[in-house]
């Protein structure tokens, strides 16, 4: 069974950086990852769309973070990345990484990982 472990997340002060990881496992069985993407759900909010990207590199980001976030992935370890800059209390939330296995044809989800903006 493929797994999704997150980490990264913590308190940051504004106008700081954080970087989250999204590493995908498995014990004893193949996987095959495609699309990849982050969400995140702040407090009282419904769960948004951050980032995507496919396993060629192709991106796209939700307006609020275009600029300040960056998506990346390395494909030979299976494991994404998110580069937050210039963060916001606005961004405050948990970031959950998502996961299409193409092999399975399963949704896969992480535990979440809170991120803290202070102003």
């Known amino acids: 069974q493929v797994q999704l472990v997150e980490s990264g997340g913590g308190l940051v002060q504004a106008g700081g950086s954080r970087r989250l990881s999204c590493a995908a496992s498995?014990?004893?069985?193949?996987?095959?990852?495609?699309?990849m993407r982050w969400y995140r759900q702040a407090p009282g909010k419904q769960r948004e769309l951050v980032a995507a990207?496919?396993?060629?590199?192709?991106?796209n980001y939700a307006d609020s973070v275009n600029g300040r976030f960056t998506i990346s992935r390395d494909n030979a370890k299976n494991t994404m990345y998110l580069q937050m800059d210039s963060l916001k209390p606005d961004d405050t939330a948990v970031y959950y990484c998502y996961a299409y296995d193409r092999f399975s044809s399963l949704e896969l989800w992480g535990q979440g990982t809170l991120v803290t903006v202070s102003s």
């Open positions: 990207i496919t396993r060629t590199g192709l991106t």
């Open positions: 498995a014990s004893g069985s193949a996987f095959s990852i495609s699309t």
